[in-house]
């Protein structure tokens, strides 16, 4: 099958470009903004540079050209906390994905880097990032946004135990590991 995206709609661009791009990281957001903490799952995600050490975030538009919460706490706060997850955390993941449908408790969080909110206590990595930059790509209504890392929680035994999430497909979670 050859799929022709400029003969597409952004829907079928969607479709198409979830099940060819695999794996995609699926990173857990989490920022400060109005109303306390809070987290979304982003699967349009990659490193970009390890000098200086960045990484971006794909944003598109909610229904009604709104803009997500995510994005607007990145730009006013200027930091946010970026999340590897495993397996025992997916359906907190989906759940986080809805809007109004996942709340995180006090202890759920560490505060251990200062002037930076706090990291989700079971995830396995966490990447401390600061706003760098962002990109409105042209004729989308997607704009990337580039965070800087600035520290990085690692879990002693990531490496060895731990199965983080990763999106293939529009819709499929699934860990990578071999067995």
Known sequence: MLISL??????????????AV????????LTEGEEGYSVAPYSFTNILSTQPPLVSIAFGLRPGQEQKG?????????KGVLHLASEHQKDDILKSGERGSFT????????????????????PVALYCTYYDTIDIKNANTHLV???????YMNEEFEKETHPLTCVGATGVVTLHSE
Do not use: M, Q
């Not at 400029?6 to 099940?19: F, G, V």
């Not at 560490?110 to 909110?117: A, I, N």
């Open 6 to 19: 400029e003969k597409t709609n952004p829907s079928e661009n969607y479709d198409a470009l979830t099940r």
């Open 22 to 29: 695999l794996p995609r990281p699926l990173l857990w957001v």
């Open 70 to 78: 995510t994005y607007k706490a990145l730009h006013e706060k200027g």
């Open 104 to 123: 995180l408790n006090d202890d759920d969080l560490v505060h251990d880097v200062d002037g930076f909110p706090p990291r989700i206590h079971d995830c």
């Open 146 to 152: 580039i965070c800087k890392i600035e520290h990085i």
